[in-house]
């Protein structure tokens, strides 16, 4: 223990004395700079100089690496900043220098009316969806070359220079619509064919079930007597309507486009069919028109030619009344002051007699005589009322004797689930009426069909026209694929 005290004392001295002892010179120097000299005993010495290791070398090597690839990282950060405001600003100056250029009211016109292109051609592709969900495409016209040339002078009057609007910086519907130079047009055959297709849809020649004070019935649909004549049309029992008119003009042309005229949807809401009288090459003298007594008056034996001081029509003739005695393309074209008479069903006529006469003590049947004949004449061949158990239902119920007070309180379902189902064969010389239940399918409706058919080929498709589309899921429900509460359907031989 003394000896551990004393060597730690003796060091501690040394440390010291180490401390306090003035610096030596480096080895090999004198402090007068004579020489080596060794004479400084506390001089340390020199360090041998070590070459790294191979760790050493490979730890700075990627500690420079790691480094290199943090200031590419921010460098490459940066690069795409810069590059992101370049564009913002690349922009910014695009539109500064459009917004300059707007400031002429040409360009401001331009600006106008390709935002309106644009809202047009949104209505128009609006309007194609709309028609494509009905199996639809609008083609187009007749017109479409006029509309192109106006379309044409429309863009060369803008590239002119110095040329001033005439819409004044503001769109007007008046100024962009084509006017129609010339008379009305009527398409005679074209009316005649869509109001063939129309009567179709509207249940020509199908019965309905209306219901009186003794019972019920089957009676047919009201129709709308509809006479075409050169100059005008008689609707129902007139008045006579000219071509010349506005409401005419609109009835007639909804009559070429296929459709009902909307003058008659508050009346008949679901269509109704027309009774076409075909007069094109007749021109009826309204009445109404007609001046009486023209021409100027005359003193009792004075000179029958004209006044020089009251102006008269003498010396023209009838040149209006001349030009009608022949049309355009040479086929002659009468004349007619004559109303058309209503033309009456067989049921309207057989209406207007009397049940039953008695003659020489014998009660004759007038309408059931009348009937028999008049309806033997005019029952239509091509069509066929297929027997259902629908009917059979409609028919008892009908029969059934119940009181008038029950028929408010009694279901309407079993009305209500049937649908009516006009069916035209592959030639369309031949139509079948079916009434069926909502649940019914396309194969109930094969197969009343193939009972009925007696000629053709059971291969052949059930399609529609409006929307177009082909019924080939025999276990689809009648009111799954839409054919309620009535439709019309066509047959079509397969393509083989």
């Excluded at 707007?102 to 331009?110: G, I, L, M």
């Excluded at 128009?124 to 639809?136: H, N, P, V």
Aim: neutral net charge; hydrophobic residues 30%.
């Amino acid at each position: 223990m003394f000896l551990m005290m004393t060597s730690h004392y003796w060091m501690m001295s040394w440390a010291d004395q180490s401390l306090v002892s003035p610096v030596c010179p480096p080895a090999g120097v004198t402090p007068s700079g004579e020489g080596p000299s060794n004479t400084c005993p506390n001089s340390p010495r020199t360090p041998k100089l070590v070459a790294p290791s191979d760790y050493e070398l490979m730890t700075g090597m990627m500690s420079r690496i790691a480094k290199l690839e943090l200031q590419i990282q921010f460098y490459a950060k940066e690069i795409l900043e810069k590059d992101k405001k370049i564009s913002i600003l690349e922009e910014k100056t695009k539109l500064l220098q459009k917004y300059k250029g707007d400031a002429d009211p040409d360009s401001t016109r331009v600006r106008d009316l390709e935002r309106k292109c644009q809202e047009l051609q949104q209505t128009i592709k609006d309007m194609e969806d709309f028609l494509s969900d009905y199996g639809m495409i609008w083609v187009g016209n007749a017109d479409a070359d006029t509309v192109e040339s106006t379309e044409g002078r429309v863009y060369d009057e803008l590239a002119e220079p110095g040329h001033t609007s005439r819409l004044g910086g503001v769109w007007r519907p008046g100024a962009s619509v084509v006017q129609s130079e010339g008379p009305f047009h009527v398409d005679f055959d074209r009316i005649i064919k869509n109001i063939k297709e129309l009567n179709i849809v509207a249940g020509d020649g199908e019965k309905r079930i209306r219901h009186t004070v003794s019972g019920a019935r089957f009676v047919a649909p009201d129709t709308v007597p509809l006479t075409l004549y050169a100059n005008g049309i008689f609707m129902f029992n007139g008045p006579f309507r000219s071509y010349e008119e506005p409401t005419t003009q609109r009835c007639i042309q909804d009559l070429m486009d296929g459709y009902f005229p909307y003058e008659l949807n508050a009346r008949f809401p679901e269509g109704v069919p027309f009774q076409v009288t075909d007069k094109r090459d007749t021109v009826y003298n309204d009445p109404r028109s007609i001046k009486h007594f023209p021409g100027t008056g005359n003193l009792l034996g004075g000179e029958s030619k004209p006044s020089r001081l009251v102006p008269s029509n003498l010396d023209k003739g009838t040149s209006m009344e001349r030009s009608y005695t022949t049309s355009h393309d040479g086929k002659p074209v009468y004349e007619t002051s004559q109303p058309p008479k209503p033309q009456l069903s067989v049921d309207q006529f057989l209406n207007k007699l009397p049940s039953s006469i008695i003659k020489e003590g014998k009660v004759i049947d007038v309408r059931a005589s009348l009937a028999g004949d008049l309806q033997h004449d005019n029952t239509k061949p091509g069509v066929t009322v297929i027997d259902t158990p629908a009917v059979q239902e409609i028919l008892e119920r009908v029969s059934s004797s119940r009181p008038q007070s029950a028929s408010s309180s009694r279901p309407l379902s079993a009305r209500s689930s049937i649908t009516t189902l006009r069916v035209k064969t592959e030639t369309g010389e031949h139509t079948f009426i079916l009434k069926l239940r909502y649940t019914d399918t396309i194969g109930d409706v094969r197969q009343y069909l193939d009972a009925k058919r007696t000629l053709g080929s059971k291969d052949y498709e059930i399609v529609t026209t409006f929307p177009a589309k082909v019924y080939n899921d025999q276990d689809a429900t009648l009111q799954e694929c839409g054919l309620t509460p009535n439709a019309a359907l066509h047959l079509r031989a397969k393509k083989k």
